[in-house]
């Protein structure tokens, strides 16, 4: 009997959406294979293997280039004991797994989830299997299982026996799955650690994997749409009489309220009767808003009476008053775009009976979600299936676009319909990193020790936007991310006897999201930028002053020690040459970084090398590793130097990236990796690797020129990258 869940959109998201991220994942029969409940033989959720030998690894977790699919084969292989070059995959679709009531779990990919949250049960998934497939064997040889072992995908027993993994497979498949198999000790892995090559490199090289936006079916009709240029307005009216008599086109339509949409036989003839479209809007009461009125309010969010409190220890009031010394700063971080590669995009059919969705998703089951919501339709009637991602970085968890597509399909029962945004409608229109800003005051004693540390964070929260069950007594515990106490989520690395560390709230109309890194980027900046600017006040080095508040917290101490250690400090930097260093811990990882920058007519930069250490626990593939860390700056670098999104009569300004630009190759500084493989944990690379790389290059910028730049972008400074 199907399981049908009573399921709304919110539901799903909802347990993806906490400690700053959020996604799911799924897939289709365009890219890679999908699994199905025919699939066989199955052994366990997990594995399949076929008589030819071929071990097929279902995902649950979405591929968006970050490596995990790679990654979390290597898990499963390791306690399988299967030949490597064997290994395919297929993506169990959010759809089946609720009709199986959810047996692969969550889907997410975001927060740097896909390995540090489901490493455990993978790798039990493989050595379930191995063990089905030697009591198979033992079974045939009837010779107790103790006798036989597997390695690579092939199984011997006594006296010679030998058989291969796809021989006993159909056997193996119908023996109970072992709960709970004893897994290897870490000193015994052959594949886990090791920097095997991704199994997706050669399909996405010969263009065998699909993106969404490459969909196509017999029939399609494509649609493009256009929504309120300021957020939280309405659709007035529109001419649909203008623009019907134009070549292919089909249907002119409101789509929910703030939305309109043309659809045709091609997509440029959609996008075309769009843009000639004439449609009045109702922009609200958000149309005189600006960045500067946004400033000004966040301003005095810095000096209200009272916040929520993240962290507090000792008497803040004390230290400061008895201080010797008070050091002040304000630092601002601006709305940054996901500016994803492919824009967004997804495919529907929908009919009276079944509704499916092709798409580029983070978020499988926020995806079907939406596709429900939006269909009308019974949960097992709907399906998502997922594809290759053109780019992720949080924006493709919100499922908007899949909601769209299905009303847009529901005109035309039957017929493929796809959707696809332009990149000004995706730029102008979509969710942002949230704009804060943050007020910073260090009380020094006589012999210049860091006693007090106030921070009053005045900005966005993405919780009360999206999830605000989730709220702590009306506190978002994400704006703190980096600056807890202690915790997997951000632990602050420095231990000062008086902190308080607070919020005030201040939303405005344009919507939060999580951007990778999510508030983590701009609290490394903060935090980092100020430890600087305490160890100038105090007289000291900036590694040394960082080092006598980090004898508590060894692992930050790890990392920022492996990164001054490579760069050279202390020593004389080549001539020209400037250095500076941050720290900072999120999503179950440590990272630091120490950059070298020369500064030309003072704001010329010329980054020349980053060292990045990176104490993730366990280090499951470091070349992949050392991918993410040098992608991660790319993103990081170019959203200091060159990103931020700016707010004109309540609309986005950057509409394309002649506006919204990106470092270039010839730009990015040599990027030197360490992995510190300590062990004992599971921690994140694609999000926590990012948030160092910039507080980093911002204090060689003072090094380097004595002026201390505490908003970004830096362009906005007329500081540029060479």
Known sequence: MNFVPKITRRAFVVGSAAAGGLTLGMDLPLGPRAASANTTPELGIWVVVKPDDTVVFRIARSEM??????????????????????????????????????????????????????????RQGGA????????????????????????????????????????????ASKLPVPEKPKLKDPKDWKVIGKPVKRLDTLDKLTGKQAYSIDVKMPNMLNAAIKDCPVFGGKVKSFDAAKVSGMKGVKKVMKVGEGAVAVVADTWWRAKTALEALPVEWDNGPNASVSSASLA??????????????????????????????????????????????????????????????????????????????????????????????????????????????????????????????????????????????????????KDNNLTGLRIRISGQSILQAVRP??????????????????????????????????????????PPWFWRGVNNNQNAIYLECFMDELAQAAGQDSLEFRRKLMSKHPKHLGVLNAVAERIGWGKPAPQGVFRGLAQQMGYGSYVAAAAEISVTGGNKVKIHRIVAATDCGHAVNPAQIERQI????????????????????????????????????????????????????????????IFVAAPAVKNAFFAATGKRIRTLPLKDHGITLV
């Open 65 to 122: 280039g970050q490596g995990s699919l790679t990654g979390l084969c290597q898990l499963v292989a390791e306690e399988l004991e299967c030949d490597w070059s064997k290994v395919t995959t297929e993506y169990p679709t959010p759809g089946e797994s609720l009709k199986r009531k959810r047996v692969w779990g969550a889907m997410n990919a975001t927060g740097s989830r896909s390995i540090r949250e489901s490493n455990e049960y993978v």
């Open 128 to 171: 379930s299997a191995r063990m089905m497939l030697l009591q198979a064997a033992a079974n045939e040889w009837k010779v107790p299982v103790e006798q036989c072992k597997a390695e690579n995908s092939v199984i011997t027993g006594p006296d010679g026996k030998r058989t291969t993994f796809g021989k006993v497979a159909d056997a």
């Open 296 to 445: 000004k309010w966040l301003e005095e969010g810095l000096t209200a009476d009272t916040g929520l409190v993240g962290t507090k220890t000792g008497d803040i009031d004390a230290a400061l008053s008895g201080a010797a010394k008070k050091v002040e700063a304000v630092y601002a971080y601006p709305f940054q775009n996901h500016v994803c590669m492919e824009p967004m995009s997804a495919t529907a059919v929908w009919t009276q009976n079944k509704c499916e969705v092709w798409t580029s998703t983070q978020n499988g089951e926020a995806a079907l979600a939406a596709a429900i919501e939006a269909s009308g339709l019974p949960g097992d009637k709907c399906d998502v299936h997922k594809m290759l991602l053109g780019g992720g970085f949080g924006r493709r968890a919100r499922s908007e676009y899949v909601s769209e597509a299905v009303l847009i399909a529901k005109e035309f029962p039957g017929t493929p319909i796809k959707l696809t945004k332009t990149r000004e409608e995706d730029m102008t229109n979509g969710v942002y990193h949230p704009i804060t800003q943050c007020k910073l005051v260090g009380a020094l004693d």
């Open 469 to 510: 069950e989730a709220m702590q007594q009306g506190r978002d515990p994400i704006v703190f991310q980096g600056l807890f106490p202690g915790g997997a989520e951000g632990a602050i690395g420095y231990t000062v006897p008086n902190m308080l560390i607070d919020h005030s709230m201040r939303n405005p109309h344009v």
């Open 630 to 689: 040098a992608g991660s700056f790319v993103y990081g670098l170019s959203a200091a130097f060159l990103g931020g999104i700016t707010i004109k009569d309540g609309a986005v300004v950057e509409k394309n990236f002649d506006t919204y630009d990106s470092m270039r190759i010839a730009q990015m500084p040599k990027v030197e990796s360490i992995i510190l493989q300590t062990g004992g944990f599971w921690g994140g690379v694609g999000e926590p690797t």
